[in-house]
């Protein structure tokens, strides 16, 4: 199994910048795709992003593409997302979440087994 801890959630302006972290821990040697989903209140948990095992396949959801980048760091263990340009609409829980079926690149919550605790985004208008 893979823990997965996130931080660098915060308050931001509109418009600003904040970029979240993710450290893996645990079975690090296996192979994951690894994902960001959000959740916002009374919302359904939504796709963000995801990147595949090797880092050379991404994908977003049409909300953020162009604004959010995610990023792995294999020696640290970790993934990123920067978030540019933020929007109100963008405040939401962001979870880090991990598929051990690396060969596939899914946008959708139920196909990764490992998820973290959570950071809190918000971002004020």
């Known amino acids: 199994q893979v823990q997965l801890v996130e931080s660098g959630g915060g308050l931001v302006q509109a418009g600003g910048s904040l970029r979240l972290s993710c450290v893996a821990s645990g079975r690090t040697s296996s192979r994951y795709t690894m994902g960001w989903f959000r959740q916002a209140p009374g919302k359904e948990r939504e796709f963000v992003s995801t990147i595949t095992w090797s880092g050379g396949n991404t994908n977003y959801a049409e909300s953020v593409k162009g604004r959010f980048t995610i990023a792995r760091d294999y020696a640290k263990n970790t993934l990123y997302l920067l978030m540019n340009s933020l929007k109100p609409e963008d405040t939401a829980v962001y979870y880090c979440?991990?598929?051990?079926?690396?060969?596939?690149?899914?946008?959708?919550?139920?196909?990764?087994?490992?998820w973290g605790q959570g950071t809190q985004v918000t971002v004020s208008s």
């Open positions: 979440a991990a598929d051990d079926r690396w060969t596939r690149i899914s946008t959708n919550s139920t196909d990764y087994a490992y």
